[in-house]
């Protein structure tokens, strides 16, 4: 059972508000903060992605759809909930999402529903459902977005978490899964993160009976030493035991039977083939024989890439394989496939574990400061000619002194601002200030925006400027 452990909470902000008169009615306006009363929080496992951890998920996410599209990956979309019938059929009844993790609900039509815990089920629908198998072979989608299960929340584990899916249906050539490999490589290297690709093969229709029933052989026979969720697995679905991380069973997985001595010659050919790919384009590899994945689709070959300092695979960057069968599972002609997903949440905490550095982010290059009620409207107005010029621009019209509004100038590390005061507003002119230099000179404001183009365009030390005497507050004296 999970435990439950208590949340540090904040304590209840007391907002400061003026007071609000009780209305003719008596009743109180409940905008009025109440005492002792809790603010909302979000629930267990599900956390926001506050603006200033932003900029890891947009680089990651760039990166991913950046590596998919050079692969020949097109974007899709698909509903975040699905028929519970969809996950039960493709994921498999006897498997931890389908068991206990599943968000399943009835809706008001007396429809069970689920919010998708994994991305490859909706694919496979969505594949079927649209007719793609008319369409040239294969088909090659990617996607990213959210995805639930009920479990217990960890280190980079929650409830609602992200993946990146890449899905390749209707070929069963072996360069398919090396590239899916390939890809997830680059990726990570590009990150900079040191990783280690585990890989195995876990047979199809006709090997895996024959390896069942070694495993089961072996299983039987240390029944006593298997932890309870493997004992009860033990008649459903024996190659779970090979995944389980309690520690008795771990032990006994040492010396029990392997795949790759049990394969069939076509599923030892593709798996072979496959290692060569990999080996020929040197992506380097871990063969794990323990490694069978947590869901009933998968045949033949099954990935994971584990961070090169998790020798357990506790938590995995991103896994996947092929699903040979899933596609005839649910009604279509036999279509073979294989896919990838990544753990953005996983992979965010690694980059920050390994303080990856981030692309910089983008910034204005100009702010425009101005002083008193007419400046401000020309202010606004020339914010605009800059922004449909394309020059990034920033303000914050609602601030009055000069000094605040410099220092977030300074602070968004701005190459100028552009200060508008009444003298520049009877002049007709704006002051032109380099952020870095520290000078500034006054100039025709009609000018204005040809002078900044110009300038960020050369980018280059500034020609014509002579260092000003009067500090930027000159223009506030009134
Ligand atoms: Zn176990
Ligand atoms: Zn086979």
Request: with cysteine; proline share 7%; glycine share 6%.
């Amino acid at each position: 059972m999970e435990k439950k452990t208590k949340m540090k909470t904040s304590k209840p902000q007391k907002a400061k508000r003026p007071a609000v008169a009780t209305s003719s009615t008596g009743a109180t306006d409940d905008t009025q903060p109440t005492k002792g009363k809790r603010l909302p929080q979000t629930i267990r496992g599900f956390r926001d992605i506050l603006p200033e951890e932003q900029a890891y998920w947009r680089y990651l996410a760039t990166e991913c759809e950046q590596i998919s599209e050079v692969y020949g990956f097109q974007p899709i979309t698909l509903p975040i909930v699905e028929a519970t019938s969809l996950f039960e059929r493709a994921v498999g009844k006897v498997t931890d999402i389908v068991e206990k993790e599943m968000f399943s609900f009835t809706n008001q039509g007396n429809e069970s529903l689920t919010l998708r815990p994994e991305p490859t089920a909706g694919m496979a629908r969505a594949y079927l459902q649209h007719g793609l198998i008319n369409q040239p072979q294969p088909v090659k989608w990617y996607t990213i977005g959210p995805m639930f299960r009920y479990q217990r929340p960890q280190y980079g584990r929650q409830r609602q978490f992200h993946q990146w899916g890449c899905e390749v249906i209707g070929d069963n050539h072996p360069t398919m899964d090396a590239t899916l490999m390939l890809m997830a490589t680059n990726l990570f290297q590009t990150l900079g993160l040191p990783t280690a690709l585990q890989v195995n093969s876990i047979g199809d229709k006709e090997c895996r009976p024959v390896y069942r029933k070694a495993l089961l052989e072996y299983y039987r026979g240390h029944r006593k030493e298997l932890c309870e969720d493997c004992e009860r697995r033990l008649g459903k679905n024996p190659l779970r035991l090979l995944d389980c991380k309690e520690e008795g069973c771990r032990a006994l997985r040492a010396d029990a039977p392997q795949f790759v001595d049990h394969l069939c010659t076509p599923c030892r050919d593709h798996f072979m083939a496959m290692l060569e790919y990999l080996d020929d384009l040197d992506v380097p590899y871990v063969l794990n024989p323990h490694l069978v994945r947590g869901l009933d689709y998968y045949t033949r070959t099954v990935f994971e890439v584990w961070a090169a300092d998790d020798e357990s695979g506790k938590t995995a960057l991103a896994g996947g394989g092929r699903y040979d069968d899933l596609l005839a599972e649910l009604g279509g002609r036999p279509t073979p496939a294989v896919g990838i997903g990544l753990g953005m949440e996983t992979v965010i905490l690694k980059m920050k574990e390994r303080e990856v550095s981030l692309p910089p982010a983008p910034r204005a290059d100009v702010f425009i400061a101005q002083l008193s009620q007419p400046a401000r409207k020309k202010a606004m107005l020339l914010f605009e000619e800059l922004r449909k010029s394309n020059v990034r621009v920033s303000a914050s019209f609602s601030k009055d002194g000069l000094k605040p509004q410099m220092e977030m100038a300074a602070r968004l590390g701005v190459r100028y601002t552009i200060i508008i005061g009444q003298k520049e507003i009877v002049d007709h002119t704006a002051i032109v200030r380099d952020m870095e230099a520290g000078m500034q000179e006054t100039f025709d404001f009609k000018k204005i925006i040809n002078i900044i183009q110009h300038k960020l365009e050369e980018e280059a030390p500034i020609i014509h400027t002579e260092p000003l005497n009067q500090k930027p507050e000159e223009p506030t004296v009134v």
